[in-house]
């Protein structure tokens, strides 16, 4: 069974009115009543925390909301929020082409809406749009549909409405009377009504993910790129130390242990080039060996941000070596970190199942602020520990802290948790 299949039958029944017959059209203030629990605000963070986007998302399907990809750009996290209750969410399924993206929540029981039948939709109806314009939660809007635009299967079809859709209504639901879902809002220009990507596009998120994925650049079989390389080689169980294909990804789990807060960090690898491996779109760049060769996308937090030249670990490392950096970050705030480094020994990890040895390498300095063309001359204070897996070429787990003498004091983790097989 295909994903458009499944997905089509998860709607199905979790939402009995999609088979149902016409039914009544609501009162605006039955029908936000009814819809609201299931539109969430979106919020979105960089590694460093801070924010950089607010949306909306609509439950489609026990544990599942769909909002537009455009809200989760560049995001290290993300989270959903409703009158001050707040999930974590992880991005499952992005469709860009269409500027959809399936989002999965864990332990989310708010109710999917139901889905109009494709082609319901017709200019002069009257319709009701839900979401967070400007991040205030839970507005209603009513207005009329105004225009479809595009061809019936073509992927620019549109629903124009009159409905005002400010900033941070990006993902919002449109609703016809009976409170069924039409589609996933867009804002306008200012002042202006804005737009929908037809509800019918949503049974197609997955399989349209899934095909996007399986047309990036493949390794051909028997090429020097196809083989196992150095570093790489299996560490235990089948499949976890197996050399990284094209499609296939890293999932490491991010602790602010600070406030508690888990979020996952991918690292998908897009394709192998010579003797470098691309991550994530160009944003993590290693070698072969695993020796990282550029960072510009710091999803993983400190461990992103503060990477020394080379990585946090290396093949050559052994118990007792000793060495000093001073180098400013590629990345982040690019701020000067000046470290000593020791390999204190080695311990034996869990990780998905299989135990794997891992050098622990301590990290002790400073890292001073950039100010201007230089940097500050005082220090704050920077405590970090690797685990470094040399039969897999790369650090499993890291922990840091970096000591300010403000709120900004940073305490995190980021743990490998398993390797995410392309079609597994």
């Known amino acids: 069974m295909n994903f458009t299949k499944i997905f089509r039958i998860v709607l199905a029944g979790a939402c009995p009115a999609l088979a149902a017959g016409p039914a009544a059209a609501l009162e605006p203030d039955a029908l936000f009543a009814r819809l609201s629990p299931s539109v969430w605000t979106v919020r979105t963070f960089d ?33 959903i929020r409703q009158d001050n209750v707040t999930y974590g969410a992880t991005l499952e399924h992005p469709d860009v ?13 708010a109710a999917p809406v139901a889905v109009a039948p494709a082609g319901s ?31 019936d299967e073509g992927d620019e079809r549109l629903l124009q ?25 867009a804002p306008g220009a200012e002042g202006a009504g804005g737009s929908a990507v037809p ?25 020097a790129a196809s083989a196992p390389a150095a570093g790489r080689a299996p560490a235990g169980a089948p499949g976890l130390g197996d050399a990284l294909r094209p499609g296939d990804g ?13 979020s996952p960090v991918i690292y998908r690898l897009d394709r192998i080039t010579g003797d470098e491996w691309i991550f994530n779109m160009g944003g993590r760049i290693e070698q072969a060996d695993g020796r990282v060769v550029s960072v510009t996308s710091p999803v993983g937090g400190m461990f992103d941000a503060s990477s020394p030249p080379g ?13 000093h950096m001073d180098y400013v970050a590629a990345t982040g705030d690019k701020w000067r970190h000046e470290l000593d480094a020791t390999v204190i020994g080695e311990r034996t990890l869990r990780i998905d199942g299989t135990e794997v040895k891992a050098l622990e390498i301590a990290y002790t300095g400073w890292i001073y602020a950039s100010w201007g063309t230089g940097s500050s001359a005082v220090g704050t204070r920077f405590i970090a520990t690797a685990w470094y897996a040399a039969s897999l070429g790369r650090v499993v787990r890291f922990e840091a802290e970096h000591r300010r003498a403000n709120a900004n004091s940073s305490n995190e983790s980021l743990e490998l948790v398993r390797v995410l097989r392309q079609g597994a």
């Open 250 to 262: 890293l999932e490491y789990v991010r602790v602010d242990r600070l406030t508690g807060n888990r």
């Open 161 to 185: 409405t009159t409905v005002v859709l400010a900033a941070g209504s990006a993902g919002g639901g449109l609703f016809d009377s009976e409170g069924r879902l039409l589609g996933l809002t």
């Open 121 to 151: 939709a017709r200019v002069g109806q009257k319709v009701y749009a839900i979401g967070s314009p400007r991040g205030v939660e839970n507005t209603l809007g009513e207005g009329m549909l105004t225009g479809l635009r595009g061809g």
């Open 199 to 223: 509800a019918d596009f949503l049974a197609e998120i997955p399989a349209r993910a899934q095909a996007a994925l399986a047309q990036r650049p493949r390794v051909v079989e028997g090429s």
């Open 311 to 323: 990585g946090w670990g290396r093949k050559d490392v052994k118990p007792g070596m000793r060495w």
């Open 47 to 79: 590694a460093q925390e801070r924010p950089l986007r607010t949306g909306s998302a609509v439950v489609v399907a026990p544990g599942r909301l769909v909002t537009r990809c455009r809200v989760l750009a560049k995001a290290a996290s993300v989270v």
């Open 97 to 109: 082409e269409r500027d959809l993206c399936q989002i999965q929540v864990a332990n989310f029981r």
